[in-house]
């Protein structure tokens, strides 16, 4: 596995623990997606901020609300994620630990993405499966995640 050198702006991003319900949270995303709706998409790596609404806020736009419930929805007035940005993190900092903490997945949206709310997947939801796999493949690996006492 290739080393990660961590540093002031390199560091690990840790796994809820539990649901984490970003409503009215504010987060950060990060990637090289579309810079416009149209393209193209950045050589550099880009970052935003977000602010996390409920699947219900995104149901005037996509017809009807999400079924699934590990579905989750971002938005800002004139920046998002775009395409290209999929798969990427949306984090959320911790005010107790001050780390940042993997929420959620930019998933799909409108091609005009930078003018509506966007789905994105709710990593709580597939946390033991990340667990899982991490352990499987780097056994002597591990995962941050805040301490509940």
Request: overall charge neutral.
């Amino acid at each position: 596995m290739p080393t990660i050198t961590f540093s002031k702006i390199i560091g690990p991003a840790c796994l809820p623990t539990e649901r984490f319900d970003i409503k009215n949270k504010a987060l950060k995303v990060a990637g090289w997606g579309f810079i416009t709706p149209d393209g193209p998409g950045s050589d550099v790596l880009k970052k935003t901020n977000l602010v996390g609404y409920s699947s219900g806020n995104c149901a005037h736009i996509f017809g009807n609300p999400s079924k699934d419930l590990y579905q989750v929805c971002t938005s800002q007035p004139d920046t998002s994620q775009c395409r290209g940005d999929s798969g990427g993190p949306i984090l959320w900092v911790d005010p107790d630990t001050n780390r940042y903490t993997l929420v959620a997945a930019p998933s799909y949206g409108l091609q005009q993405c930078h003018k509506h709310p966007q789905v994105n997947s709710d990593i709580s939801y597939f946390v033991p499966w990340i667990q899982q796999v991490i352990s499987e493949t780097y056994p002597e690996e591990k995962t941050c995640a805040k301490i509940v006492s």
